[in-house]
């Protein structure tokens, strides 16, 4: 199994661009999360899903769109990028069951100019 | 909303030394997880709390829930230059699979 798999590793943008990070876990987990994390801010909720089809907002959830058309995708599409998007971007899996361990992808580094 | 405060948010010490992280949350958490992250990585789960006053030990890493259920601590005894890195708690309380993370505590090791 390769566990959960971010690309690309790092990333480059201008101010107004868009692009998709792309998430995928062959675990057969139901749940995923995308996370960002900043020097002293910690790792914080951007949006999860329950499921396919089933998405919800986490705690900083502005100029991010998700969707999740399969188990196994969770992609995370950035509009129109802003420099305060600049950070890593970590995506994450568990079980819908047990004790709710995430399983985190490689990471995302993401630059916004 | 819920939030999870960590502290310190830095700590230098000398190999040898012991070092403590503390958790703590303004409601009562049904869980709480530690995870550790080495720098340039990413968070791998360490440990999952879940009663009221439990401790569980993991080599030198001794983790802690509160009476209360409203802190945590992970105490590591005689640190190692590959226990550097950021401990992070997490409120696992969320059954739709949410993790409420505290900002971490990043530790630097001295040899």
């Known amino acids: 199994n390769a566990g959960v798999t971010q690309t690309p590793k790092f990333q480059v943008l201008k101010t107004g661009q868009s692009m998709t990070l792309q998430c995928a876990q062959d675990m057969n987990h139901e749940y995923m999360s995308w996370y960002r994390q900043d020097p002293g801010m910690g790792l914080r909720l951007i949006h999860y899903?329950?499921?396919?089809?089933?998405?919800d907002q986490g705690e900083v959830p502005n100029g991010y769109n998700v969707s999740r058309s399969t188990t196994e995708d969770f992609p995370l599409r950035l509009l129109s990028a802003a420099p305060s998007q600049t950070s890593v971007y970590f995506c994450a899996s568990s079980y819908s069951t047990g004790k709710n361990i995430q399983y985190f992808g490689a990471g995302t580094r993401l630059s916004v100019l | 909303g819920q939030q999870v405060m960590q502290i310190p948010q830095y700590q230098h010490v000398q190999e040898g030394e012991d070092f403590t992280t503390y958790c703590n949350s303004s409601?009562?958490?049904?869980?709480i997880q530690w995870y550790k992250q080495r720098p340039g990585g990413h968070p791998v789960f360490l440990i999952q709390?879940?009663?009221?006053?439990e401790v569980k030990k993991q080599k030198r890493l001794t983790f802690q829930f509160g009476e209360a259920k409203k802190n945590s601590s992970l105490h590591i005894t005689a640190t190692q230059t590959t226990d550097v890195g950021t401990y992070f708690c997490a409120d696992g309380s969320s059954n739709t699979g949410k993790l409420i993370f505290g900002q971490g505590t990043t530790l630097q090791v001295k040899p």
């Open positions: 409601t009562t958490l049904s869980n």
């Open positions: 709390l879940v009663k009221s006053g």
């Open positions: 899903s329950v499921g396919a089809g089933i998405t």
